[in-house]
């Protein structure tokens, strides 16, 4: 049985960065949350347009990443229940155990995840949750039109090519490449670089750390890689919404293999979500938006106000 007034979760002995961006409407909070390898400052163009809707609008770094320190405060590897129980504790002091978690990319499969632990803690008190494009590259059968074994080399290689960068020391021009490289997206170099150096910590050499480290980078993998999303959505007991970005990337050359298995995953979440749905037309809500999966840095207008339509039913 759920509790209604569960005892109050102790303080980690590393809190995570929350950035307080204040309320001034009479929608629900918000807890905002980043994806992998990124932080806070993502939200920063976003945020303030949820603010004059909303009692108050939290931004926070996920452990290990921006501002926060690594690890959950539990023991064990990276896991998405120990995330959510270390945001529960980021949030005990602002007294808001009935936010609405809205989460990128990663952080939009813990909002789903934070929704059902949320819900059993506090008797059915979270309203609702948001995904922002956060659904990974999923299973095999998920990939229409490709048979199994090219879908398998394919994940396997992207596999490779993540976990070959994670928590390495970049170049002291990362910051400036990494904003330039944006511009081809339509972000502005401004937006594109304040939300860059958030995301990585600044080395004594002007070098820069990427986030999490190496071995929580390489845990956090490993568990999206065993994550099945569409379990999770149907775990979630309240309303959720789905967004995802339609507007493919710039083609890279040599990686026509990866261009083919984006457009067949979208397929298969095409098909998967429709049957979603279907089976709960009452409280699952999938919409699209035009931009790439960098979304809150591209339109956070369009993402805004798909945010306070959902929000506004609850």
Known sequence: ??????????????ALHVRDHGGDGDGPALVLLHGFGRSLADWETVAPLLVPHHRRVLALDLPGHGRSEGGSGTPGPWSFEATVTAIERALQPYGIPHAVPVGHSLGGMIALQYA???????????????????FWW???????????????????????????????IAPAEYVEQQALYAGRFGIPYARAEAATRGAVRELPDGRFQTLPLREEALE?????DALDILALIRRVPCPVLCVRGRRPQPPMPGMEWFEELIE???KGLDRDLAELVRERPDSVTVEDIDATHAMLLEEPESVAERLLAFTRTL
């Open 220 to 224: 956090t993998l490993d568990a999206l």
């Open 116 to 134: 059902v632990q949320n819900t059993a803690r506090h008797g059915g008190a979270c309203p609702g949750a948001v995904n922002l494009d956060g």
């Open 138 to 168: 999923g299973r095999p059968e998920q990939y229409p039109d490709l048979d199994h074994a090219t879908v398998t080399e394919g994940l396997a290689r992207i596999g490779e090519m993540t976990r070959s960068t994670a928590g390495l």
């Open 1 to 14: 049985m759920p509790t209604p007034n569960p005892t109050p979760l102790p303080l980690p002995a590393h």
């Open 264 to 266: 067949s995953h979208a």
